[in-house]
């Protein structure tokens, strides 16, 4: 599974641009961007991480099965939020007693930060501790680990702390997430280029992915077959999709009440700017984006708060912003940039546990 990598890659810059082009042309929000999530990464991921078992005895097979496995996990996602959108019962998530949700949402923050562990250090993980603390502990996992838990802390510390020294400026307001999220990645390449050390090194000594022979992003539908996958493994997972149709539905309606909260109405030009967005007509049309993506070899795709937020308050209140968002996504495609190799592992673990920790925050606190 982890030699999947940039397949994996490749699925999501493909998803993301075709999500938020296909709602820039159906969707109500004329702002709002579609883009995949860590949460349902990590539903994907156990899946497959229990197909692996499942054909321990035929690799082979293992990784057209995932993308089996990701394809009908897509559609029955996108399927399921369309019933409830149509049958009008979308709004009846909003009112799933407090306690279910945030025991969803804990167990969903909890796997997050072990995944950034277990990205970061290269060492398996049993529940939520290293199967190897030797391992865990030797320079080439520690020191990786530690830029891991420094990256986090300045990406929640730092917006506030230039806010601080920049009161006035409108720009750090806006993109002082960004900058914070950001600069961790620009020191590591400052640090490999004052050092000298090549990109190849530096991935022998683990902070990054090997890499990767480039491949056409045409490879995103004939690298993996889907008739050498074992649909029996397939149809034994689909109880476990359950899991990724409610988290999905849960994540658009959140989406979108977070998106109209910060802004109740539409913008200049909408043509009903006073108008209630309806939550069912967004989880129907988020859902046929889903069944399109999935019969595409992509993912689950729904509202992303913080770009939508960030696009409006940036001005982009037309849905041409959206498409020019989409078409820059598209970009990385169609291009084929193996990014795997440049991107240190620390760094994707701090999105992950970022993002883990935001939602443990939301449940004990």
């Known amino acids: 599974v982890a030699s999947m990598f940039p397949f994996g890659i490749s ?10 082009f296909f709602y820039g042309i159906f969707g109500r929000m004329q702002y709002n961007t579609n883009a995949t999530q860590e ?28 993308v089996a ?22 709004k009846l998530m909003l009112s799933f ?3 279910v949700t945030n025991g969803f949402l804990g167990t969903i923050g909890f796997f997050l930060v072990k995944q950034a562990l277990q990205i970061t250090t290269g060492v398996p993980f049993r529940y939520f501790y290293p199967v190897s603390l030797s391992q865990t502990l030797a320079p080439r996992s520690l020191c990786p680990t530690i830029c891991l838990f420094a990256m986090v802390m300045f990406m929640r510390r730092g917006p506030s702390l230039l806010g601080r020294l ?23 390449f400052l640090i490999v280029a004052v050092v000298g ?13 090997p890499a990767q022979k480039p491949e056409l992003f045409t490879s995103l539908w004939t690298k993996y077959p889907l008739r050498d996958a074992d649909w029996w493994v397939v149809l034994e997972s689909l109880p476990d999709m359950c899991s990724l ?27 009903a700017p006073d108008d209630m967005v309806d939550f069912d007509g967004e989880l129907a049309t988020v859902g046929a984006g889903a069944i399109l993506t999935g019969l595409t070899n992509g993912v689950v795709t729904f509202h992303r708060l913080g770009s939508s937020v960030q696009l409006r308050m940036d001005g982009g209140t037309h849905r041409i912003a959206v498409m020019s968002s989409s078409l820059f996504v598209g970009i990385f495609f169609f291009s084929s940039l193996p990014l795997g190799h440049y991107i240190p592992k620390f760094f994707l673990g701090g999105l992950f546990c970022g993002s883990g920790i935001s939602f ?3 449940v004990f606190f």
Not at 11 to 20: H, Y
Not at 42 to 66: C, F, N, W
């Open 69 to 90: 496995l990701i394809v009908v996990g897509t559609v029955v996602t996108g399927i399921g939020s369309m019933v409830f959108g149509k049958l009008g019962v979308g």
């Open 97 to 99: 007693p407090t306690p």
């Open 39 to 66: 949460v349902c990464a990590i539903l994907y991921g156990a899946m497959a991480g229990k197909a692996a078992k499942s054909l321990a005895d035929r690799p082979e097979q293992i990784p057209p099965t995932v």
């Open 245 to 271: 149709v409610l988290m999905s539905i849960l994540c658009t309606m959140t989406g979108v009440l977070g998106i109209t909260g910060k802004f109740p109405g539409g913008p200049d030009g909408d043509p």
């Open 197 to 209: 050390v090549d990109l190849d090194r530096v991935s022998d000594l683990g902070w990054t992915y």
């Open 360 to 362: 443990l925050e939301g």
């Open 11 to 20: 699925m999501m810059w493909w998803s993301t641009f075709l999500g938020s």
């Open 166 to 188: 920049f009161p006035k400026s409108k720009s750090v307001k806006k993109l002082g997430g960004l900058i914070c999220q950001l600069l961790p990645l620009f020191v590591f």
